[in-house]
């Protein structure tokens, strides 16, 4: 859970420094910010789920 937690974390700081970078005249582009934000959390539910189900899968061998 500290994983995930420090992942999300890196790429809240990321996706608002790339918000920033280019916002041009505007203090934040928070379409830009939020739309990469929202493919990190995606991407970390997908890897949360795929290790979840193959370690499901692991424990249910019915040895």
């Known amino acids: 859970m500290k994983r ?4 999300l974390l890196f790429f809240l700081v990321v996706s608002l420094a790339v918000g920033l970078l ?9 379409g830009v ?4 934000f929202a493919i990190a959390v995606a991407g970390e539910g997908l890897r949360f ?3 979840r189900s193959r370690a ?3 424990e249910s061998s019915g040895i």
């Open 4 to 7: 995930l937690v420090t992942s």
């Open 33 to 36: 910010a939020g739309g990469l």
């Open 56 to 58: 499901k899968k692991r």
């Open 49 to 51: 789920w795929l290790r």
């Open 22 to 30: 280019l916002s041009g005249t505007e203090f934040l582009d928070w």
